[in-house]
């Protein structure tokens, strides 16, 4: 591990500025609130800052994006095909351990099973990963639920954890090893594993005090749902109160769900986009004929639930499909957040 001082961290995104776009946690100038967003200025950054009200996933899977570009000559019947290819690398500093296992699911989603997403591929070989250990947790998160904080474990280039008044940094590739060498920053020595260990203890022992506003303790509604044990009339409650509008999957960092579509354009070429798309929609399983297996909300909410907890999941992806960032319960407007669903299945579990 390294030492790499406050004052020093405007150094570590200059080198990183002459190489990669850079994206990280700021302050929105208007709301106040935090986004993770494009650092157009390096001063924006705010690594002290809460979770970000949106995931870093759309940086690498964005909400709409042109996968290729093709024309149909009618007379010929030929087809020439031009495949999209205007990323660039992208450097995102101060990802939350959640965010980090985040990305980490759609890797396996999109690389890690029989078919690998070429455009997807591309976006993640132009990448660098700047992690951000929370060294204190915040009011919606449950990390410590779903196994996924409040430190990263795999994943960054560099993971950087404040520890008094500097940061330890370490390195988790080659790309890591090299910034850190351009930087010429010093060892930290032997005893610093040691103070890491110190500061994410204390962290995880505070969950109780500040981590108030949500609980998931996720393993028994885990087996229940894995097993089908749970009744209709809980999928019933749920689905209920949902409004069908999708903010869950959007702010989820592990949704992958999307759309592909063809959009013809007055030059007489088409476009092949993709879109980000949610089980929470009526259309989402409609097929031809006009038949849809997933009609019921509640059968819809059956199943993203089961995405997010389910043992086979867990096993497919390497770890549950939630990360306990806590965004689902702070949009919902019908209050079914991942947290408080857990709780209508343990309450149905305990018959409280």
Avoid at 186 to 211: H, T
Wanted: hydrophobic content about 35%; aromatic content about 10%.
């Amino acid at each position: 591990m390294y030492w790499l001082e406050q004052s020093q961290v405007e150094m570590l995104l200059s080198k990183l500025a002459e190489n990669y776009e850079l994206f990280g946690p700021r302050r929105d100038e208007v709301s106040g609130e935090v986004i993770f967003d494009r650092l157009e200025d390096l001063h924006q950054l705010d690594l002290s800052a809460p979770i970000p009200y949106n995931p870093p996933k759309y940086i690498l899977f964005p909400h709409y994006e042109e996968i290729l570009k093709y024309r149909y000559n009618r007379k010929t019947k030929e087809v020439a095909i031009e495949r999209i290819n205007h990323l660039k690398p992208k450097a995102l500093v101060g990802l939350r351990a959640c965010d980090l296992n985040g990305l980490m699911c759609l890797d396996r989603f999109f690389l890690g099973q029989e078919f690998v997403d070429e455009i997807y591929l591309e976006h993640r070989k132009k990448l660098f990963l700047v992690s951000n250990t929370c060294v204190r947790p915040f009011p919606q998160c449950f990390c410590v639920c779903t196994d996924s904080g409040p430190a990263a474990r795999e994943g960054f280039d560099l993971d950087l954890t404040l520890a008094g008044e500097r940061y330890l940094v370490e390195v988790g590739s080659k790309k890591g090893q090299k910034m850190v060498e351009e930087l010429g920053l010093k060892e930290a020595g032997p005893e610093a594993a040691g103070w890491k260990k110190k500061v994410v203890d204390e962290s995880v022992s505070s969950f109780d005090a500040f981590a108030v506003e949500n609980k998931a303790w996720i393993s028994r509604a885990t087996n229940r749902l894995t097993t089908g044990f749970i009744k209709p009339e809980v999928w019933e409650f749920i689905g209920n109160q949902c409004f069908e509008c999708g903010a869950c999957s959007f702010v989820c960092p592990t949704c992958s769900c999307f759309n592909v579509e063809d959009v013809n354009r007055l030059d007489g070429t088409t476009d092949r986009v993709r879109t980000w798309d949610s089980c929470s929609f009526e259309g989402y399983t409609k097929m031809a004929g006009d038949h849809n297996p997933r009609k019921p909300v509640e059968d819809r909410r059956n199943k993203r639930f089961f995405c997010k907890l389910s043992y086979s999941q867990s096993k497919k992806y390497l770890r549950p499909g939630c990360v306990g960032c806590g965004r689902c319960a702070r949009v919902c407007p019908g209050d079914i957040g991942l947290p408080n669903v857990v709780t209508y299945i343990r309450r149905e579990i305990t018959g409280e």
